[in-house]
């Protein structure tokens, strides 16, 4: 799973019985480490800034210029397994092996920002405070990202399914509250929404005028046929023709940008029946949960 | 004083890496303790268990990374309440405000 990754954390100490970084020295070193997928907590001898959290459990790599020995340091309640490490003369580039090595020794995970093959981490995040749960999400989602809790209630459920810079179920919510943080502009990206945003939403196709629509015409022709003596069971290749004239709506309406169409393995599309499938069962759940809220305040 | 978090935004190209930089250049001048974390995104896919810690207790926390609706909503994400009055939590913008503006606010002392 991409996101089976356990946390590191790394403690630049600069506090009693360490010599503090020069500023440069110091920004080098925490900003190469940020951008290599690293946490770096800067503790100072200073009353300035409260101290940091620390995570029990999780393990910790102390680096700091000890003058030539770093302190051995053990959780007394055993739980967290503290390294230390003297970086006193060493470039930011060796410190940064330094503690790679000890990552890759203790096996621990990183996702690394830049490197093949990480996961960019790009989802739906919904803001409650918006969102009416009208499901509308749950039943455009090609790729099952969302789901309901046991309240019925809209989640994010399968945020690794979601595809990378695809912003499309943002701009099917009518209330403008599934926001992507790292998409380039507002509201989407979390920015304030304002009243034209709102409107422009409101006017939007729903789910079924945009797919269903030509689903349900080209179903209730498929089903006409079926009637036919000379009907047959459709050919692979003629589902695969109907995904690509979904596709092509979808492309048309210009709410899946054309990168990530062009990236979409056509034949791991759901077909128009399970989409149809998937809008009735999103529209039963949002009226049995739009009930449920009703018999609970009343 | 509160506690500081900053955001890398490392693995995207959204926060000018001007502001993200100049902020990160600024508090390593300061004198102050702080966190830093590579992107405040990843980790609440991941459900960092440390999501939770770096909000837990009473004292302030001032965040700088992105847009607050956005990083109060990640952290819901993640399973972490985030506290709704506004006194406690404030995020910083380094999509929108300047370096300068988000250092006043990060290094100013509650009390004033
Ligand atoms: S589409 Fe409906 S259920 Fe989904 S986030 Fe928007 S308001 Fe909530
Ligand atoms: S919270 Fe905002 S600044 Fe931080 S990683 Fe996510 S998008 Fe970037």
């Known amino acids: 799973?991409?996101?089976?990754?356990?946390?590191?954390?790394?403690?630049?100490?600069?506090?009693?019985?360490?010599?503090?970084?020069?500023?440069?020295?110091?920004?080098?070193?925490?900003?190469q480490m940020l951008d290599k997928g690293y946490a770096v907590l800067r503790v100072t001898a200073s009353e300035s800034g409260s101290l940091p959290t620390l995570s029990p459990g999780i393990p910790l790599t102390v680096i700091g210029n000890f003058d030539g020995s770093a302190p051995d340091l053990e959780d007394a309640a055993g739980r967290t397994g503290i390294t230390t490490h003297d970086i006193s003369?060493?470039?930011?580039?060796?410190?940064?092996?330094?503690?790679?090595?000890?990552?890759?020794?203790?096996?621990?995970?990183?996702?690394?920002?830049?490197?093949?093959?990480?996961?960019?981490p790009w989802?739906?995040?919904?803001?409650?405070?918006?969102?009416?749960?009208?499901?509308?999400?749950?039943?455009?989602?090609?790729?099952d990202v969302y789901g309901v809790d046991d309240a019925q209630k809209i989640q994010v459920k399968n945020q690794d399914n979601c595809k990378t810079?695809?912003?499309?179920?943002?701009?099917?919510?009518?209330?403008?509250?599934?926001?992507?943080?790292?998409?380039?502009?507002?509201?989407?990206?979390?920015?304030?929404?304002?009243?034209?945003?709102?409107?422009?939403?409101?006017?939007?196709?729903?789910?079924?005028?945009?797919?269903?629509?030509?689903?349900?015409?080209?179903?209730?022709?498929?089903?006409?046929?079926?009637?036919?003596?000379?009907?047959?069971?459709?050919?692979?290749?003629?589902?695969?023709?109907?995904?690509?004239?979904?596709?092509?709506?979808?492309?048309?309406?210009g709410i899946i940008p054309d990168?990530?169409?062009?990236?979409?393995?056509?034949?791991?599309?759901?077909?128009?029946?399970?989409?149809?499938r998937k809008a009735a069962e999103a529209a039963a759940r949002a009226e049995a949960a739009r009930q449920a809220a009703a018999a609970e305040s009343s | 004083?509160?506690?500081?978090?900053?955001?890398?935004?490392?693995?995207?190209?959204?926060?000018?890496?001007?502001?993200?930089?100049?902020?990160?250049?600024?508090?390593?001048?300061?004198?102050?303790?702080?966190?830093?974390?590579?992107?405040?995104c990843e980790m609440a896919a991941r459900k960092d268990e440390r999501l939770n810690d770096l909000l837990a207790?009473?004292?302030?926390?001032?965040i700088a990374a992105c847009y607050p609706r956005a990083v109060k909503w990640l952290f819901h994400n993640a399973g972490v309440s985030f506290p709704n009055d506004g006194e406690r939590i404030n995020v910083l913008n380094m999509r929108e405000q300047n370096a300068d503006e988000i250092m006043e606010s990060l290094t100013q002392n509650d009390d004033e």
């Open chain 1, 259 to 276: 990168e990530v169409l062009a990236e979409l393995d056509l034949a791991s599309l759901p077909s128009p029946e399970e989409i149809q």
């Open chain 2, 1 to 40: 004083m509160s506690k500081i978090l900053y955001c890398r935004c490392a693995f995207a190209k959204v926060v000018p890496d001007a502001t993200k930089d100049a902020v990160l250049e600024k508090l390593c001048e300061s004198g102050a303790a702080f966190e830093s974390v590579a992107d405040l």
């Open chain 2, 57 to 62: 207790g009473d004292e302030g926390v001032k």
């Open chain 1, 165 to 253: 810079n695809c912003p499309a179920c943002s701009r099917v919510c009518p209330e403008v509250a599934i926001m992507f943080p790292k998409y380039a502009s507002g509201p989407i990206n979390g920015d304030v929404v304002n009243q034209a945003d709102l409107e422009r939403e409101k006017m939007k196709v729903d789910i079924s005028s945009l797919l269903g629509g030509d689903i349900y015409s080209r179903l209730r022709d498929r089903s006409e046929a079926a009637k036919s003596r000379f009907s047959k069971e459709r050919s692979p290749d003629k589902a695969l023709e109907e995904r690509k004239r979904c596709l092509t709506k979808l492309q048309q309406s």
């Open chain 1, 1 to 31: 799973m991409k996101n089976d990754i356990h946390p590191v954390q790394i403690i630049l100490y600069e506090g009693d019985g360490a010599q503090a970084l020069a500023p440069s020295e110091r920004f080098a070193l925490i900003s």
């Open chain 1, 89 to 120: 003369g060493l470039a930011v580039d060796a410190v940064l092996a330094l503690i790679e090595q000890g990552r890759v020794a203790d096996q621990t995970g990183l996702n690394q920002p830049g490197e093949a093959g990480m996961w960019k």
């Open chain 1, 123 to 143: 989802f739906p995040v919904i803001d409650y405070d918006r969102c009416t749960n009208c499901m509308q999400c749950l039943s455009f989602c090609l790729f």
